[in-house]
């Protein structure tokens, strides 16, 4: 078998070794793809569909993140079918979405000319703000389902299983095992699944009650471990779900 795999990505000759990605084929190439499930540190779980490029011969996109690489492909990463697919998972996600506080979807909406009011009125993913614990916050209305916050809690990092899905259809949502309080489940606080957040769905408590106008001496008045000693302002926090 061979070593490495020559493709042709957007025009362009290209080398890279076997068992790559287009994904990787194609940042070889100097080509950005964008990404919102893909995380280099974790398993590529082609979710989102964001990174779809087109193959010369295949029938449909294909999820770059996770399609291999094959010797003498024909690439298009931003054909008009690329682009219209991408244009349209934008819009539809910012349509019932709240992306204020994530800026390279934010960029991705302006490259693509992506209009969220281009599919009419429609419902909105909007849940309470969950502040059961001192370490962090779950905004689940900024909530892409990207995964990545499962992934990093289960077996690509921590082994702990805290987080999984809930719900079916629109309704699915990032949630605890049976729903219980984050102090309650397996977690152990480690903060990885809030690193590799890519929205403002999960954010160090500090960081939000700094954002609510709290300045830093007023939080260090509180020990670190009593929760309950601060709350955000009633007119900016929804509530404990």
């Not at 281009?118 to 502040?131: S, T």
């Amino acid at each position: 078998m061979a070593d490495t795999v020559r493709l042709t990505i957007d025009g362009q000759e290209v080398t890279v070794p076997a068992g790559s990605t287009l994904l990787q084929a194609a940042q070889a190439a100097g080509r950005e793809v964008p990404t919102l499930c893909y995380h280099e540190a974790l398993t590529p779980p082609g979710l989102c569909r964001l990174c779809v490029v087109e193959v010369d011969g295949a029938r449909t996109l294909q999820a770059a993140c996770v399609t291999e690489a094959r010797d003498g492909a024909v690439v298009h990463t931003r054909s008009p079918r690329v682009e219209r697919a991408r244009r349209t998972t934008l819009a539809m996600l910012a349509s019932a979405t709240n992306l204020d506080e994530a800026p390279q979807l934010q960029a991705y909406l302006q490259d693509y000319a992506a209009d969220p009011a281009a599919f009419g009125p429609v419902a909105r993913r909007e849940y309470p703000l969950i502040d059961d614990n001192p370490m962090y916050v779950r905004d689940y209305s900024q909530c892409v389902l990207c995964w990545r916050c499962v992934q990093a809690c289960a077996t690509d990092a921590q082994y702990v299983f805290a987080l999984t899905f809930a719900g079916r259809g629109f309704h699915t949502r990032i949630s605890t095992a049976y729903g219980v309080s984050m102090p309650e489940s397996p977690c152990v606080f480690c903060g990885q699944c809030v690193a590799v957040c890519p929205t403002g769905a999960l954010k160090p408590r500090r960081t939000f009650l700094l954002e609510q106008g709290y300045t830093p001496e007023q939080l260090a008045h509180y020990a670190a471990v009593d929760h309950d000693a601060v709350h955000p302002p009633a007119t900016h926090y929804a509530g404990q779900v």
